[in-house]
């Protein structure tokens, strides 16, 4: 479980969390959506420790991640930037093996291998494990990224937009790999998304956040409405019903 | 990749070959059959031939490191710290020694050196990482003011205590000086060269960024400290026993990662070993072209290192 309390971020003099409450409990995947500067990034940064907490207090799975051994919590949680832009030529399968290294610092066993080799297979690297990062295209690297932080084997994968410059194709199963983690690794998945009509599909709990609050939370139905949405990114938008699951016609 | 395992066989037999080679060149004779018989040339060998390749080998490898180290911490493939300020800081360094203690050994000198170093490299860190990194040879050009304006205060100051001369020997790195007594602490660059392998994939990950670092639970900062210890003790050393030599830590890095990549635990051994035969090489050439007198190596690795160095950014843009 992820616990949040009382969280405020304020950097070179701009608000960017506002008193954040928020309770995440383990399993499933969580969106996080909003408009550009809601907060979201930041949010994902203070959660995984990348950035100093002001106010408030953070928890995952009881450590507070403010105090709790940088090492000990890169066993429980995961995250991924956005746009990481690792400049080190390294190929994909060394990559996805650094994700081992908060276990083994450094070692690589029989069973890490096989991890290795069972997150190329998951993300449909086999084919690229021995081309270098540089070499691949946008898409690809990035799905090297997401997998090696699956790799890394924690509860928790915190990722920050990993639909950027995927295509739809990709896009599409990355989805259903992080779906996958959740349903078939009890991983807890913790994701920014802009794409609202994936969020919908493949998200267990969907939380809105807008100017560094969080504005709704809860199951997809509930946070996508017409209402909730039009408070959230600013505009009215139709939502309309396509086999159970809402689809926000966000574009018209 | 086809071209490794012959790249690899390349520099092996090469340090093999320049190594032995080496031994052989010098101003008097000395026919390698006669060591066993001849008590003279025995001594030519273990007081001077030997002393200065050995000392040239390390150097090459530990200058390798140190840029492939500097080049990591500051994100930046075109730094390295002979021209962008550590190196001068180094000479300012031993500069202070000198005139405040004019007796000091070498170690002392070289420990002042390495202080004076950290002081001047982790200013340059600060300020690289501060700006746009969007324009990446800003970075580069940056560390070229910055070490020019340390090295005009090392003049300066020289002038004004009548040291310029000193001040030549440690500008212009060159091995001609180098005898059995006067390099030993020469071998502390292994030690340097040993324990960045040691901590070879910490040092990859910290080459992914602070983020990625942070995310695996390694301590960035921690690796950062380490890493600028080695390149200011490493840069130090070469330029109190032998002077500043450009290009090896600029070239050698880039000529590794593009054949084998950007993962140490296999590349780094290679970094090393290539630096090695490049420095081997220059110092080789630089003995050979005006036979008997010698031209200093720095400057066969001026010629040699840029057109290393260009072919390595045309080599770039064609693959992009």
Same mark, same amino acid.
């Given at each position: 479980?992820?616990?949040?309390?009382?969280?405020?971020?304020?950097?070179?003099?701009?608000?960017?969390?506002?008193?954040?409450?928020?309770?995440?409990?383990?399993?499933?995947?969580?969106?996080?959506?909003?408009?550009?500067?809601?907060?979201?990034?930041?949010?994902?940064?203070?959660?995984?420790?990348?950035?100093?907490?002001?106010?408030?207090?953070?928890?995952?799975?009881?450590?507070?991640?403010?105090?709790?051994?940088?090492?000990?919590?890169?066993?429980?949680?995961?995250?991924?930037?956005?746009?990481?832009?690792?400049?080190?030529?390294?190929?994909?399968?060394?990559?996805?093996?650094?994700?081992?290294?908060?276990?083994?610092?450094?070692?690589?066993?029989?069973?890490?291998?096989?991890?290795?080799?069972?997150?190329?297979?998951?993300?449909?690297?086999?084919?690229?494990?021995?081309?270098?990062?540089?070499?691949?295209?946008?898409?690809?690297?990035?799905?090297?990224?997401?997998?090696?932080?699956?790799?890394?084997?924690?509860?928790?994968?915190?990722?920050?937009?990993?639909?950027?410059?995927?295509?739809?194709?990709?896009?599409?199963?990355?989805?259903?790999?992080?779906?996958?983690?959740?349903?078939?690794?009890?991983?807890?998945?913790?994701?920014?998304?802009?794409?609202?009509?994936?969020?919908?599909?493949?998200?267990?709990?969907?939380?809105?956040?807008?100017?560094?609050?969080?504005?709704?939370?809860?199951?997809?139905?509930?946070?996508?409405?017409?209402?909730?949405?039009?408070?959230?990114?600013?505009?009215?938008?139709?939502?309309?019903?396509?086999?159970?699951?809402?689809?926000?016609?966000?574009?018209? | 990749?086809?071209?490794?395992?012959?790249?690899?066989?390349?520099?092996?037999?090469?340090?093999?070959?320049?190594?032995?080679?080496?031994?052989?060149?010098?101003?008097?004779?000395?026919?390698?059959?006669?060591?066993?018989?001849? =008590?003279? &040339?025995?001594?030519? @060998?273990?007081?001077?031939?030997?002393? #200065?390749? $050995?000392?040239?080998?390390? %150097? /090459?490898? !530990?200058? =390798?490191? &140190?840029?492939?180290? @500097?080049?990591?911490?500051?994100?930046? #493939?075109? $730094?390295?710290?002979?021209? %962008? /300020?550590? !190196?001068?800081?180094? &000479?300012?360094?031993? @500069?202070?020694?000198?005139?405040?203690?004019?007796?000091?050994?070498?170690?002392?000198?070289?420990? !002042?050196?390495?202080?004076?170093?950290?002081?001047?490299?982790?200013?340059?860190?600060?300020?690289?990482?501060?700006?746009?990194?969007?324009?990446?040879?800003?970075?580069?050009?940056?560390?070229?003011?910055?070490?020019?304006?340390?090295?005009?205060?090392?003049?300066?100051?020289?002038?004004?205590?009548?040291?310029?001369?000193?001040?030549?020997?440690?500008?212009?790195?060159?091995?001609?000086?180098?005898?059995?007594?006067?390099?030993?602490?020469?071998?502390?660059?292994?030690?340097?060269?040993?324990?960045?392998?040691?901590?070879?994939?910490?040092?990859?990950?910290?080459?992914?960024?602070?983020?990625?670092?942070?995310?695996?639970?390694?301590?960035?900062?921690?690796?950062?400290?380490?890493?600028?210890?080695?390149?200011?003790?490493?840069?130090?050393?070469?330029?109190?026993?032998?002077?500043?030599?450009?290009?090896?830590?600029?070239?050698?890095?880039?000529?590794?990662?593009?054949?084998?990549?950007?993962?140490?635990?296999?590349?780094?051994?290679?970094?090393?070993?290539?630096?090695?035969?490049?420095?081997?090489?220059?110092?080789?050439?630089?003995?050979?072209?005006?036979?008997?007198?010698?031209?200093?190596?720095?400057?066969?690795?001026?010629?040699?290192?840029?057109?290393?160095?260009?072919?390595?950014?045309?080599?770039?843009?064609?693959?992009?």
């Amino acid at each position: 479980m992820i616990e949040i309390n009382n969280v405020s971020l304020r950097l070179g003099g701009t608000q960017i969390l506002e008193d954040v409450s928020l309770t995440m409990p383990k399993g499933g995947v969580t969106a996080l959506v909003g408009p550009n500067g809601a907060g979201k990034s930041s949010l994902l940064s203070l959660i995984a420790r990348l950035q100093p907490l002001q106010t408030g207090s953070i928890s995952v799975d009881g450590l507070p991640v403010d105090t709790t051994p940088s090492r000990r919590l890169a066993k429980t949680l995961a995250i991924l930037r956005q746009d990481p832009a690792v400049a080190s030529r390294l190929k994909v399968r060394e990559l996805v093996g650094f994700g081992r290294f908060p276990h083994q610092r450094g070692r690589i066993d029989a069973n890490d291998l096989l991890l290795i080799e069972a997150a190329l297979q998951q993300f449909g690297l086999m084919d690229l494990a021995d081309r270098f990062l540089d070499n691949l295209s946008g898409g690809q690297r990035q799905r090297a990224m997401v997998a090696m932080a699956f790799c890394q084997g924690t509860d928790y994968m915190l990722l920050d937009e990993p639909l950027n410059n995927l295509d739809m194709l990709f896009a599409r199963q990355l989805m259903r790999d992080l779906r996958a983690a959740a349903d078939n690794d009890r991983r807890t998945v913790i994701v920014v998304l802009h794409d609202i009509n994936h969020a919908a599909v493949y998200a267990d709990r969907i939380v809105a956040m807008k100017s560094g609050r969080v504005v709704a939370d809860g199951p997809p139905a509930e946070v996508l409405r017409p209402d909730v949405l039009a408070q959230v990114f600013g505009y009215d938008m139709d939502v309309i019903d396509v086999g159970g699951a809402p689809l926000v016609l966000h574009h018209r | 990749m086809a071209v490794l395992p012959n790249a690899r066989l390349l520099v092996g037999a090469g340090l093999f070959g320049l190594f032995a080679i080496s031994l052989c060149i010098g101003v008097d004779d000395l026919p390698m059959g006669s060591v066993f018989t001849d =008590a003279g &040339a025995l001594q030519l @060998l273990l007081v001077s031939r030997l002393p #200065r390749t $050995v000392a040239v080998v390390l %150097t /090459g490898a !530990g200058l =390798a490191i &140190a840029g492939l180290v @500097l080049q990591i911490l500051v994100r930046n #493939r075109f $730094v390295e710290p002979i021209t %962008t /300020g550590t !190196g001068q800081s180094a &000479a300012l360094g031993v @500069l202070a020694v000198t005139l405040l203690f004019p007796t000091a050994s070498i170690a002392m000198k070289t420990l !002042g050196a390495s202080l004076t170093a950290l002081a001047g490299t982790s200013v340059f860190l600060t300020i690289a990482h501060r700006l746009p990194p969007t324009q990446p040879f800003l970075i580069p050009l940056f560390g070229l003011v910055y070490g020019g304006v340390i090295g005009a205060a090392v003049t300066f100051i020289a002038w004004q205590a009548d040291l310029l001369q000193y001040v030549d020997i440690w500008t212009n790195g060159e091995f001609s000086g180098v005898l059995r007594g006067r390099y030993e602490l020469l071998w502390i660059l292994a030690a340097m060269v040993a324990l960045a392998w040691w901590v070879a994939d910490r040092l990859t990950i910290a080459s992914m960024g602070r983020e990625v670092s942070l995310g695996l639970g390694l301590n960035y900062q921690r690796i950062v400290q380490l890493g600028l210890v080695m390149v200011a003790v490493i840069s130090s050393l070469a330029v109190v026993v032998v002077g500043m030599i450009p290009f090896v830590g600029l070239v050698v890095p880039n000529l590794v990662s593009r054949l084998m990549g950007d993962n140490l635990k296999s590349a780094l051994p290679w970094v090393a070993m290539t630096g090695a035969v490049l420095l081997l090489a220059c110092d080789i050439i630089g003995r050979l072209i005006r036979y008997p007198y010698e031209i200093p190596v720095g400057t066969v690795l001026g010629v040699v290192g840029s057109g290393l160095f260009l072919w390595i950014l045309f080599g770039r843009t064609q693959r992009a």
